[in-house]
């Protein structure tokens, strides 16, 4: 991690991004990030369908993307949790 990256580091819960909320975005890494509010704040999640992505910004109040590169190109995030199926993750 850069200097840079690191000085922006807050003293509060992790800033985390989500790519994906179907049955493993959602039901496991979102509802366990959600369920320790003092080390995780769920601040940005992707997904192609535009339901899940109005639910997640009701849900977890946070920005949300159609595009994972999006989410991506943020600096702001501590920690990306990547739930997209299988055939998407990088080799």
């Not at 920005?63 to 999006?70: E, I, K, N």
Request: aromatic share 6%.
């Amino acid at each position: 991690m850069s200097a840079s990256r690191t000085s922006k580091r807050s003293t509060g819960p992790l800033r985390v991004g989500v790519l994906g909320q179907g049955r493993s975005g959602l039901s496991i890494h979102s509802r366990w990030f959600e369920s320790s509010p003092r080390k995780y704040k769920i601040v940005a999640i992707a997904d192609l369908l535009a339901d899940r992505r109005r639910h997640a910004e009701e849900r977890f109040g946070c920005d949300t993307y159609r595009d994972h590169s999006a989410l991506l190109a943020r600096d702001d995030l501590d920690l990306v949790v990547n739930s997209l199926p299988s055939h998407l993750h990088p080799p």
